[in-house]
């Protein structure tokens, strides 16, 4: 995907990376849970131009304008905190009686995403069991984690974000429904050992970032319980690793825009990596 960049403050020597996956009505989505994304165009070229004819107008402009259907958590996107809760507890000592609405959330929405420029680290551990991916299922463990950090060199910092590479990616489009309905991540361990270090968000290639199923089947999303709303850090879902595990680097600057959408439990993103060469 070609890049406009005209600014000084990246040198030239950088690569930028788009860490976003391609939304369409092929997107991977959960059924029951998510509605598939569905898009047509309301009005097109050809229906616009017969109308303003009909009306006078003589220099035939086209319009075309689509009308899409979706839920926020298709392709590439970020958790907002009011995303989830635990019982009637949500983040920050609010409940579910204060924040949903019959229509919206009233707060925790996607427009209190910050607008994020910040270090990510990124964890490869897609190798783990030998492979160039993790299977659906796999528990990615603390020790895991910390093994993969100590190997390489690197500590977590305040404020980071750490992008999990699990190569689970590549069937984003090529098996969708398995894609969907399982996928390797971290346990609740390793999620406690990331907010220990107080990471601003945990991203990866994957349609939940923590292992799906659970390790234990009486326990439901536990990763988005802690993290959304035990702690409020954000979870980035279905990112593009591949070419930046590729890459061999570990440490790289992320920028992520959220849309600015009031009372949506999610926002869409296109998360750019910065690597300095």
Known sequence: MPFHLNTTLIPESALVLDLSQPVSPKSPHIPGAQPAYQMTLWTTADRTISALKRNG????PGVNVELVNMTFHVGTHVDALGHFSCGACMHGG??????VGSLALRDLDAAQIPMTITRAILLDLSGLDGGSYLEGGRPITAQDIEETIAKNDVALAPGDIVVIHTGWGRFYDDRRSSYASSCPGITLEAARYLTDHKVFAIGS???AVEVVPGVDPTVVMPVHIHTLVDCGVYLIENL????LAQQGVMIFTLVMLPLNLKGATASPVRPLAIIQK
């Open 240 to 243: 593009r690793t591949e070419e």
């Open 94 to 99: 609010r409940t579910t009686d204060d924040t």
């Open 57 to 60: 107008v003589v220099n035939e």
């Open 205 to 207: 290639d994957t349609m």
